[in-house]
């Protein structure tokens, strides 16, 4: 008798049990579809993350040559400048 009692309530808690465990298996089995979309788009961004940082870094590169040669310009119109100046004096010497 005592053995059918444990039988039964075996049987009940395998019938409360089962199905829990189905559907644990069923929002596992999405947990894992989600988790391998969410580190498909997490790769995305890394890809879009890395091109920016390489753009940003071509921009400020192109900025500093861009200041280079503003400089160098303003440095040659000085020099033209002199130049011009020193011309002009050696004019009037002879």
Do not use: W
Request: net charge positive.
């Amino acid at each position: 008798m005592k053995t059918d009692a444990n039988q039964d309530a075996f049987c009940r808690v395998i019938r409360i049990v089962e199905p829990k465990k189905l559907k644990l298996a069923e929002a596992e089995g999405e947990l894992q579809a989600q988790m391998d979309k969410l580190n498909q788009k997490r790769a995305q961004l890394q890809q879009v993350t890395d091109k920016l940082q390489a753009l940003n870094d071509e921009y400020a590169a192109m900025n500093k040559k861009k200041k280079d040669l503003e400089d160098n310009i303003q440095l040659c119109s000085q020099k033209l400048a002199r130049a011009e100046q020193l011309i002009g004096k050696l004019a009037h010497i002879n």
